[in-house]
C-alpha cells in the first residue's frame, strides 16, 4: 500500500514511529494502530532487530497500511528495507543517493531537512514528500515561511515533537501530515496503550480537519 493510495481513500495523515519496538510487540502493536485508523506505520533502524518487526508488519498489514523504516542511515538499509516489501524509507537526514537508491526499487522516501537547500536536494533526488525534522524546534511559521518557496507537488510532514496538542497548527500551516513518535509509542508500552494513544490522535486530526 502507499501513502497516496492511503491518503486519497481518506486515512489520516499520521505516520506512526514505533522507535525501540521488539519483533515480538511488533504485531499486536501495529494490529492496535491499524484498528484506530493509523495507517501509515514506521519501524525506525535503531530498534531491535527492525527488520523482522518490518517484514512481519508488512506480510500481517501491507495491504491496507503503508509500512517503512526510519532511521535509515546507509545503501544496505535501504536495500534491506525493499526487500522486506516495505513501501515507506524515513530518512533523518537529506542523503542524495539513498533517496535515489529508495526510488530506483519502488520505496516512497521520505527524507529529513531544515533548511532550504537540504529540501532541494532531497527533491532533486526524486523525493516527494519530505520531512520537517526537528519540527518542534522550528515551529509553524517556520514551515509557513519555507512552504512558499517549495513546489507545489511537494508534501511536507512536520517530524518531532508533534502530536495531538498540535496537530491543527501543522495542518494549518501548510503540513500534509505529522510523523508521531513518543507521544504515541515508547519502548514497553503495549497495545492496548498504543491503541488508546492513536484514538486520541485520530479525534485530534479530525477536530482540526473540521475546523480548517
Known sequence: MTID??????????????????????????????????????????????????????????????????????????????????????????APALIARAVELGLEPMPGFVTPSEAFRAIDAGARRIKLFPAVALGPNYLKAIREVLPRHVAVWGVGGTGADNFGEWLAAGAEGIGVGGALYRPGDDAARVGAKADGLIAAWRAARASL
Open 5 to 94: 493510495d492511503l491518503l486519497a481513500a481518506g486515512a489520516p495523515p499520521v505516520v506512526a514511529i514505533l522507535r525501540g519496538i521488539r519483533p515480538d510487540e511488533a504485531l499486536p502493536v501495529a494490529e492496535a494502530l491499524v484498528k484506530a485508523g493509523v495507517r501509515i506505520i514506521e519501524v525506525p533502524l535503531n530498534s531491535p532487530d527492525p527488520f523482522t518487526s518490518i517484514a512481519a508488519i508488512q506480510q500481517a498489514f501491507g495491504d491496507t497500511a503503508a509500512i517503512g523504516a526510519g532511521t535509515v542511515l546507509d545503501l544496505a538499509g535501504v536495500e534491506a528495507l525493499a526487500a522486506t516489501g516495505a513501501t515507506v524509507m524515513v530518512t533523518p537526514n537529506t
